[in-house]
C-alpha cells in the first residue's frame, strides 16, 4: 500500500518561495504509470488541483497558477517535491500531495496534508 | 472547464442521499468522487463513474450521463456525514468541484 507524507514549512513570508517535499513510501516513485500531484485546500474551501509529474518526467499544472509552480522527483529519496514561488495570503492552506495510476486516473493516495500559512 | 455541485444536501439516516455534478458534457469523461470528514485527507469513494475502490462500502454507488454525474448513499448512515467533491480531467488538468456538505440527521 503506497503512503506519503508532506514536509516543510507552515509558514512563509510574503513574495517568498514555497517549498514543500513529498516522501513515498511502500512503492517506487519511478514505478511504471504512476502520476505525483499536488492539491491544496484553503480553510473551510474546496480542493484546488496544483499540479503533477507523470512517469517520464512530463509536466502539468493549474493554468491560474501555472507561472509560479515546479514540480519535481528526486528518485534517489523516493521523493517529489512542489516549488511555488511569489507566495500570498491567498496561497494559505492544507497542501496535499496525492498520487493516482496511469493518466486520467483519479488520485488514489492522499497525503495527509500540511497546512502552509503566511506570516506577517 | 468547471464542474458544480450543490453547496449542501441533507438526509436521514437510513435514506438515500444523492449528490450531482454537473459540467458540460461531463458524461464524455470519466468522473471520481472524494469523501472528506472534518481534519482528514480526501478519500476515493467512485471512480470511473460506477466503480468502487477496494474497501468502500457497497452502499456508495455513482453513474454520469449527458451533463451530471450522481454520488449515490443508500442506507446512508453518520458516518457518512462528510463533505463530497466530484472530479474529472479536462485535456491533462484536474478538475474538482467545488464540494457538497453532506448533513445526516
Known amino acids: 500500500q503506497l503512503q506519503m507524507q508532506e514536509s516543510g514549512p507552515g509558514l512563509v513570508k510574503p513574495s517568498e518561495t514555497l517549498s514543500l517535499t513529498c516522501t513515498v513510501s511502500?512503492?517506487?516513485?519511478?514505478?511504471?504509470?504512476?502520476?505525483w500531484g499536488w492539491v491544496r485546500q484553503p480553510p473551510g474551501k474546496g480542493l484546488e488541483w496544483i499540479g503533477n509529474?507523470?512517469?517520464?518526467?512530463?509536466?502539468f499544472y493549474n493554468p491560474s497558477l501555472q507561472s509560479r509552480v515546479t514540480i519535481s522527483v528526486d528518485t534517489s529519496l523516493n521523493q517529489f517535491s512542489l516549488k511555488l514561488t511569489s507566495f500570498t495570503a491567498a496561497d494559505t492552506a492544507v497542501y496535499h500531495c496525492?498520487?493516482?495510476?496511469?493518466?486520467?486516473?483519479?488520485?488514489?493516495?492522499w497525503g495527509q496534508g500540511t497546512l502552509v500559512t503566511v506570516s506577517s | 472547464y468547471e464542474l458544480t455541485q450543490p453547496p449542501s444536501v441533507s438526509v436521514s439516516p437510513g435514506q438515500t442521499a444523492s449528490i450531482t455534478c454537473s459540467g458540460d458534457?461531463?458524461?464524455?469523461?470519466?468522473a471520481s468522487w472524494y469523501q472528506q470528514r472534518p481534519g482528514q485527507s480526501p478519500v476515493l469513494v467512485i471512480y470511473?463513474?460506477?466503480k468502487r475502490p477496494s474497501g468502500i462500502p457497497e452502499r456508495f454507488s455513482g453513474s454520469n450521463s449527458g451533463n451530471t454525474a450522481t454520488l449515490t448513499i443508500s442506507g446512508t448512515q453518520a458516518m457518512d456525514e462528510a463533505d463530497y467533491f466530484c472530479?474529472?480531467?479536462?485535456?491533462?488538468?484536474?478538475?474538482f468541484g467545488g464540494g457538497t456538505k453532506l448533513t445526516v440527521l
Open positions: 511502500g512503492g517506487s516513485i519511478t514505478s511504471t504509470g504512476f502520476y
Open positions: 509529474i507523470y512517469y517520464g518526467g512530463n509536466t
Open positions: 472530479q474529472t480531467w479536462d485535456s491533462n488538468t484536474a478538475i
Open positions: 496525492a498520487s493516482g495510476y496511469r493518466s486520467g486516473s483519479p488520485f488514489e493516495y
Open positions: 458534457q461531463l458524461g464524455d469523461k470519466f
Open positions: 470511473h463513474d460506477k
